[in-house]
């Protein structure tokens, strides 16, 4: 896979594609079967599939702090979209420049010379260009006369509603981790380096894993089970916080992990973290010892939860490896993990 950051980074070995363009976020199943389509087509003509995303997605630059949280990280976004068979992924950054060009403009200056694309796939809500006024009509007009070719692909229907980024992060939001990775064909995942912090957790007794999420707050907030896959590729349980860590006056978003029975360096490692079940929101607590307190009740909980779940572990080693996962049969999120 290819990641090419600006349309000026696109050289003339780049001309010729069979594209995508739209936000992407989670990459859920709707997604994914724009996705197939693509690689399908370009396939056939011996062109790379390619996807066109923006960063900031473009609620976020109109919004700011009030667009929706995301499902997915940029990092995430690019391992899902090349999980799922894109070969380049371009990425624009959506500024008043780009957003100021008219439908007109776009096609020209970013799919015509910028790609020079030979097909395009866009989903059957896709909408482009300055106050949104494109649509997959006007691309399909402008196509026949540069050269293009252009279709979309249906709605993707599940329980006979939409398939979309909003559903998936409705459900995040509410702590419905089953359903949202029913949505996504996947189990929910964030994934991180784990950095320095401020050592607070190991002070309490409690050590945690820290993981920074960007300046983009994420669909999930609170507390809740988790499976850790660690660096040598194995599973651990844990207990997760999400969020601003409002008892210690926490700036930007962050994801806490501490892993049951383990006390290594983990430094510099990146981490996958699967939220299971959600335990409690994340609240503000009056001092350090009522929060030193809840924390003890949260991992006791959260050990109890792995208990009911039948997972496979032993007290003091707490290892999961993808072996026993017959024996998970009543926790099919676990069992899709492992």
């Given at each position: 896979m290819e990641l090419i950051r600006?349309?000026?980074n696109l050289r003339k070995e780049h001309q010729g594609c069979v594209a995508t363009i739209g936000n992407f976020d989670g990459v859920h199943l709707g997604h994914q079967q724009i996705l197939q389509q693509v690689r399908e087509i370009a396939a056939r003509l011996r062109q790379p599939a390619t996807v066109m995303v923006f960063e900031p997605q473009p609620r976020e630059f109109f919004a700011g702090d009030a667009a929706p949280p995301r499902i997915n990280s940029f990092r995430e976004k690019v391992e899902r979209l090349t999980e799922y068979g894109a070969e380049r992924i371009v990425c624009l950054q959506f500024n008043s420049r780009l957003r100021q060009l008219t439908a007109e403009e776009f096609v020209q200056k970013i799919l015509v010379e910028g790609l020079s694309l030979t097909h395009l796939v866009v989903?059957?809500?896709?909408?482009?260009?300055?106050?949104?006024?494109?649509?997959?009509?006007?691309?399909?007009?402008?196509?026949?006369?540069?050269?293009?070719?252009?279709?979309?692909?249906?709605?993707?229907?599940?329980d006979n509603q939409r398939v979309s980024s909003t559903r998936v992060r409705q459900q995040l939001v509410k702590g419905n981790l089953s359903e949202a990775a029913r949505l996504l064909g996947r189990p929910h995942k964030l994934s991180g380096r784990v950095v320095h912090g401020r050592q607070l957790g190991r002070t309490l007794g409690v050590p945690t894993a820290n993981l920074l999420l960007g300046d983009r707050k994420p669909a999930l907030n609170g507390v809740f089970s988790v499976l850790v896959k660690m660096p040598n590729g194995l599973m651990r349980p844990g207990i997760a916080n999400i969020g601003l860590r409002p008892t210690v006056d926490g700036?930007?978003?962050?994801?806490?992990?501490?892993?049951?029975?383990f006390d290594g360096?983990?430094?510099?490692?990146?981490?996958?973290?699967?939220?299971?079940?959600?335990l409690r929101d994340e609240k503000k607590f009056a001092d350090l010892d009522a929060l030193t307190t809840q924390i003890n009740k949260d991992i006791d909980q959260c050990q109890q939860f792995f208990i009911q779940q039948?997972?496979?572990?032993?007290?003091?080693e707490y290892w999961l490896t993808s072996e026993p996962a017959q024996l998970l049969a009543q926790a099919p999120l676990i069992q899709a993990i492992l």
């Amino acid at each position: 896979m290819e990641l090419i950051r600006g349309i000026h980074n696109l050289r003339k070995e780049h001309q010729g594609c069979v594209a995508t363009i739209g936000n992407f976020d989670g990459v859920h199943l709707g997604h994914q079967q724009i996705l197939q389509q693509v690689r399908e087509i370009a396939a056939r003509l011996r062109q790379p599939a390619t996807v066109m995303v923006f960063e900031p997605q473009p609620r976020e630059f109109f919004a700011g702090d009030a667009a929706p949280p995301r499902i997915n990280s940029f990092r995430e976004k690019v391992e899902r979209l090349t999980e799922y068979g894109a070969e380049r992924i371009v990425c624009l950054q959506f500024n008043s420049r780009l957003r100021q060009l008219t439908a007109e403009e776009f096609v020209q200056k970013i799919l015509v010379e910028g790609l020079s694309l030979t097909h395009l796939v866009v989903g059957d809500d896709f909408r482009f260009g300055c106050d949104r006024s494109g649509d997959f009509h006007l691309l399909q007009k402008l196509g026949s006369q540069k050269g293009f070719s252009v279709e979309h692909t249906q709605t993707f229907l599940m329980d006979n509603q939409r398939v979309s980024s909003t559903r998936v992060r409705q459900q995040l939001v509410k702590g419905n981790l089953s359903e949202a990775a029913r949505l996504l064909g996947r189990p929910h995942k964030l994934s991180g380096r784990v950095v320095h912090g401020r050592q607070l957790g190991r002070t309490l007794g409690v050590p945690t894993a820290n993981l920074l999420l960007g300046d983009r707050k994420p669909a999930l907030n609170g507390v809740f089970s988790v499976l850790v896959k660690m660096p040598n590729g194995l599973m651990r349980p844990g207990i997760a916080n999400i969020g601003l860590r409002p008892t210690v006056d926490g700036l930007v978003p962050a994801l806490e992990v501490h892993l049951l029975g383990f006390d290594g360096n983990l430094y510099g490692q990146r981490l996958d973290v699967y939220p299971l079940a959600k335990l409690r929101d994340e609240k503000k607590f009056a001092d350090l010892d009522a929060l030193t307190t809840q924390i003890n009740k949260d991992i006791d909980q959260c050990q109890q939860f792995f208990i009911q779940q039948n997972t496979p572990w032993q007290p003091g080693e707490y290892w999961l490896t993808s072996e026993p996962a017959q024996l998970l049969a009543q926790a099919p999120l676990i069992q899709a993990i492992l």
